[in-house]
Structures are given as C-alpha cells and as structure tokens.
C-alpha cells in the first residue's frame, strides 16, 4: 500500500494518450540541486601546510649572458652549480643554486680568516692555540676520511702514520740538522714507506679484522717510542726540532702566524680530499661500494688497486702533515699514538659524518672545542664528547651533515600522510596529483562531478528505483531523469551497454573497451528474456557503482 503523503509524479507527456489515461507515480521531495555545493563550502578540515618552503630568493633568467659558465680553473666545474627552470605559476624564467657548498665553505673561510682579530683579550692565547690545533687535526681527519671514507678500508693506523713521521722527521732533523722546511718532505717520505708497510696487509684482510690489525700497529708504536731512550722516553717525548717561526716574534705575533700556517696546511688537506675523492680514483671506488666489489670487478674497476692508490696518498699527506707537526710543536710525543687520541679523532669522525669533507671538519670544531676551550670542565668534557657522539649515533644517519637528507625523508613521509588527510576535502584527487595537472580544468571538472555524485546519491530511494523497474524508458520524474542523465554522459571507457543475444528473446550486460577494434567485457552471464529487464539490470548496476564512488 503506497503512502499517500509521498509526493506524487504526473507524466506532462500523458495528456497526448488519452486511451491510456493519467500516468502518475511517486517520486522523491523535491532536493535543490546546491545542496552539496553549500555543504561543501562549509566544510573547513584541520589544513597542515604541504611542500617546501621557499627560503631562498629566486633570480631571474640570465638572459644572454654567460657569467654562470665561469669554471675552476683547471678543472671543469663550475664556480656555483646553477640550475634554470620555468615557473608555470609566475610565468617566468628563474635560476636556482643547485650546490650551495662554496657558499658556505667561503663563509667559514672569511670566518677562520677574521678569527685572530675577533676572539676576546682575555681568551687569546686558548683560543689562539686551540684553532691552530683544530687546523691540524681537520687536516689528519680529511686525510684519514679518504682511507675509511673513499677508500672502504677501516684503518686505525692514521694518527700513527703521523705520529711515525713526526718522530721521524724530528730526529733527523736534530741529528743531521735539516731545516724546517725539510721537515714535512721528509715526513711525507716516511708516510709513505709506512704506509706502503700497512697497505700490504689490506690487499687479503678487510673490514673488522684489518682494524684490529691496524690497532694493533698503533699500540706496538706507542709502546715502542714510551720505551725507546732515542725517542725521549725519559722526557715524555722527541723535542728539539727547528721550528718555521722566527725567534723575534712576540708571544702573540707567534700565535697569529702559526694559526695562519695550519690553515694553509687544512686547505691543502681541503684540496687533496677534492683531488682524490671527486676525481678518477673517487669515481671508480664509487663504483665497487661495499659487498658489491665482483659487480665492479666485473665492470673492469680494478678496485684493489684504486684502494691501495687511495691509501698511499692518504698516507704521503699524513706524513707531510706528521712533519709539519714537528716544525710546529718542535718534536713530537708518544700522546699521538694514544687510545685516547684514536677515540677522541673517532668521535670527530662519527659527530661530523664519515664520508663528507664538510663533515671532519665541524666534527673537529666541535670535539676541540669542548677539549681543548672547555678546560676547566675537567673530565666532564669527555663525557660530553661521549653523549653527544652517542645522541649522533642514536638520532642521526650521516652525522651532523646527514640532518639535512634525514630531515628530507621524513618531510617527505609527513607530506604524504597529511595530504592523505586533505583528500577529505574534495575528494576528488590527492593534492600531489592536482599538482602535476598541467590542465587545471581538469582538477575542476572532477571536483564539479564528485560533488554531483553526492548530490545523485541522495536521490535513489526505493521509490526512482521502482519507477525505473515499471518504466525503464520515456519520460520520467527529475530525480530519475537527472540520474540517467549523469549515466549517459560517461565516457565510453567500461560503460555499461546491452548486448542483443538474440533480438526478442536474449539480453546481456557488457562494458564497453572505448577503443576502435576492442571487442566489449562480459560483465555478467546471466541473460535477460527482454530489453526492458536488461535496461532496468542496468539501472541497477549503474547505481551500485555510484553509491559504490
């Protein structure tokens, strides 16, 4: 039994068919068609911002002009890598600073350059002393960050290289009375027959076993020169080597010069890490990365002996370092073939990041700083190198330098989720997808059609659904209407068709391919003995899929 409160349906078309009578039916409430466009408006989810923030000016095109293929001289890279690119949304040409590197490093220059004239009065001599040490040290680790790094050989023996080429180098001087200058290219020798020594052993160990090896040289040559009256074992240490700093210089004007020349001595280091790692040897190791040396052996990369390269001139700019430490202490002592130096170094290594030059050298501002500025801590000072290196092992990938790729993936994963949560908002497409739709039409038309689809489901009740099942075709009430209208405008791809098995008597549903030659997909295998229950089966899926969107 209808319900007689229902609003009713009179067919306007029945008055042409007297014979037949009035047609009427029930129908929906009449439904303003803004109903979902209001509801849509009013809709204000929590919005998190997604996508990069532009904190860096954007330069306009260079136009005809060359500047930017300025190179190092002799090298073939540029002064500043300089990316051009159209912006879709200004309409313009615009440059963007791909590697801001030599920005940096030439900041921090500036910075170590101005030092002397900065630090305060009262501070001068500590801070004075200390950067020069840190100059001395970053050399050794950009050295010894080549061999671990570039290189993939897990040497321990760095600071006895260079702990053998200072007392080397010292005692030859005292004995045949070199000059200063002498001093680093005999060390620089020494480095190399050592490390020539320690380079044979790397050709059948590797990895853990090798650093125990290359511990345990260390240790034989501290015990060796504690031991040993030629080495000063009596007076702590090697002293009595000519120094580059003349005698008439003040206690300040000394400070200052020294400093100067560590940084000179840092640069070098600087420029033979750039020389070995981004060239040749460099690219070919890259190539032969852990675990994967057959894959490369299998390239033609003799990998062995690009290792071994790598670590002969590692270790010649160890020596050279090792004799420049004996003209600028005037000897050497047994605290360089010490654990706590190893550790102390090592933790420089791992706070920077193994593997960047930028790296050791803030790992070394870092870790000198707290030992050699920080004195009056005490022992505590080591207990803050040790938690900071342990908060970088435990919170960090790559270091103090990994932060930013660290900070990228995970930037990255919360862009992914929030744009997930912002999809509640239209609906219609993710964010990242409505960006990469060069047509913003596009991104209009299915914001239009997802809230049309809203706007449909509300009008199939029971009663369309039965005024469809008695009338499939002709004129019918406008919730239906509107409905088979939205299903007759989709595109041919998978839309749903009746197929005449047989005329009369055989009905089927299939989806159309919407490409020319592209026979129909059998939707079901059940056949209709009339069009009008395969137009109403039809009906019927069309509304399922629709409810389904």
Not at 429 to 454: C, G, N, S, W, Y
Request: glycine content about 8%; proline content about 4%; charged content about 20%.
């Amino acid at each position: 039994m209808s319900d007689t409160s229902a609003p009713r349906w009179i067919d306007p078309i029945a008055c042409h068919y007297p014979e037949y009578g009035t047609r009427e039916v029930e129908t929906n409430p009449h439904l303003s068609h803004q109903v979902t466009w209001i509801e849509t408006t009013r809709f204000r989810p929590k919005m998190h911002l997604v996508g990069r923030l532009r904190y860096y000016y954007k330069w306009p095109g260079h136009g005809g002009g060359l500047w930017w293929r300025t190179r190092y001289w002799p090298t073939r890279r540029r002064v500043l890598n300089i990316r051009g690119e159209y912006n879709p949304k200004t309409k313009r040409r615009e440059k963007t600073i791909v590697d801001k590197r030599p920005i940096w490093w030439m900041l921090a220059f500036a910075v170590l350059l101005l030092l002397p004239f900065i630090v305060p009065a009262g501070s001068y001599n500590t801070v004075m002393s200390a950067a020069a040490v840190f100059a001395i040290y970053t050399a050794i680790n950009l050295c010894w960050m080549l061999i671990v790094g570039t290189a993939g050989i897990f040497s321990l023996a760095s600071y006895a290289v260079v702990g053998a080429a200072a007392y080397g180098a010292t005692y030859l001087a005292i004995h045949l009375g070199l000059p200063w200058w002498a001093l680093p290219l005999i060390g620089s020798l020494i480095g190399l027959g050592f490390g020539v020594m320690i380079a044979l052993p790397a050709m059948r160990l590797d990895g853990f076993y090798y650093a125990l090896l290359t511990l345990g040289v260390v240790e034989l040559c501290r015990v060796y020169v504690v031991q040993s009256r030629e080495f000063g074992s009596a007076t702590g240490g090697l002293y009595g080597a000519p120094s580059y700093l003349p005698a008439s210089l003040g206690q300040s004007a000394k400070l200052m010069v020294s400093y100067y020349i560590a940084i000179l001595v840092m640069t070098l280091a600087l420029f033979t890490y750039r020389f070995i790692d981004g060239k040749r040897l460099g690219r070919l190791l890259r190539m032969a990365p852990e675990k994967k040396e057959a894959f490369a052996q299998a390239c033609g990369v003799d990998f062995i002996r690009a290792r071994i390269m790598v670590f002969l001139l590692s270790s010649t700019a160890l020596g050279f370092i090792g004799g420049f430490y004996a003209t600028h202490f005037g000897g050497a002592s047994p605290n360089l073939f010490s654990f706590d130096t190893l550790l102390l170094s090592l933790a420089m290594l791992v706070i920077g990041g193994i593997g960047r030059s930028e790296g050791a050298v803030a790992g070394t501002v870092i870790v000198v700083f707290i030992d050699r500025v920080l004195i009056d801590l005490g022992p505590l000072r080591y207990m803050l190198i040790g938690a900071i290196m342990l908060g970088v092992v435990l919170f960090l990938k790559g270091g103090l330098f990994g932060i930013k790729q660290q900070f990228r993936t995970w930037r990255n994963k919360k862009k992914s989720e929030r744009r997930a949560t912002r999809a509640e908002k239209g609906g219609e497409m993710l964010p990242e997808e409505a960006t990469e739709i060069e047509d913003k039409d596009q991104v209009f038309f299915r914001r239009f059609d997802k809230m049309q689809r809203d706007f449909l489901k509300r009008l199939v009740t029971d009663a369309v659904v039965d005024e469809h099942r008695t009338r499939p075709l002709g004129q019918h009430s406008e919730a239906l209407e509107r409905l088979l209208i939205y299903f007759r405008r989709q595109g041919q791809v998978d839309k749903y068709a009746v197929m005449v098995l047989e005329e009369f008597k055989a009905y089927r549903i299939v989806a159309l391919s919407g490409h020319r030659g592209t026979a129909p997909r059998v939707v079901e295998d059940k056949n209709y003995p009339s069009p009008e229950e395969a137009y109403h089966a039809l009906f019927l899926r069309r509304v399922q899929d629709l409810l389904e969107s």
